[in-house]
Structures are given as C-alpha cells and as structure tokens.
C-alpha cells in the first residue's frame, strides 16, 4: 500500500515555532513534526486522514513532534497567558513529560469539524482524545478497534512517565 499521496496531504498548519519548522516547502512525511512520529501513530492518522476526506471532512495535523526547545517556548507562552505555571500546565505540559516530544501525541484540525470526525471514528484506528479539555489532541490509546480509556480532565492529570500532552 502506497502512503505517500496520503503523506503528501497531511497539510500542516505550524504555528509559533518558525525556527524549527522553517522546512515549509519539504512534503509532509519529510517535515520534523511528522518524520519523527511514532510509526504506528503516524499510519494510524494517515489511515484516518484519508477515510475521513471520503466522508468529506479534512483530517490534518496542525502539531505533531515537537523539540523540547519547542515545547519550552510553548510552557513559557502559557504560563504568560494563563498567569501561573500551575495554571499554564492544565494545558501545555513540560518538556519532560508531553507525548508530543516523544512523538507520541498528535493536535488535529483544521477545524472543529476535525476533531469531531475523529472523536466518533478515532477508535477504529486506535485513536484516542485523552484530555478532556482537548478535543484536537489524540494519541494511541487503544487497538484499532477496541475502546478507548476514559479521557483525564486535562493533562496535568498525567503527572509522570513518557507521554502527558
Ligand atoms: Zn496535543
């Protein structure tokens, strides 16, 4: 099975972060924030991606790998807009402890509408929303198929280990 078209349509929308992502004309599957997916991750959002333009609805990823640096100037953003590193860690975690620096987290849009598709189908494809308050942040999280976990109210809920959004 050829996965590249589908590659080359993930769109991505970068925000924040031109330093690291400054490879805009690279396609898709060559770009960091993709390449350095988990594998498995990855082809489960292609799958998705391209069941979900069937449907009519466009499926993107509008953050996947990031750096830790990326991730600091992200917390560091955060902490400006919501006052308090307790408060900016309900929505963006540390360097050390988000799925997005391990390649194991992916944001979806570009839109609403996204999120939605994928919040009803994701599990198919083992994709799970795992916060609460982000429906655009999907990880695996189950087999294609199977259930997904109860989503944690945000991800300072995930206090340790390898992947908190
Ligand atoms: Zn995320």
Redesign the pocket.
Known sequence: MNLFPVLLALTLTITGCSGSEAADDLPAAKRPTIAHLDPDLRAAVVDAAADARADGVRVSVT?GWRSKAHQERLLEDAVQKYGSVSAALHWVSTPDTS??VTGD???IGPNREADAWLSEHGSAYGLCQTFAN?P??FELATDPGGDCPEMLPDSSYRESGPSA?
Request: glycine content about 10%.
């Open positions: 953050s799925a997005h987290a992916v944001d982000e655009w942040h959004g």
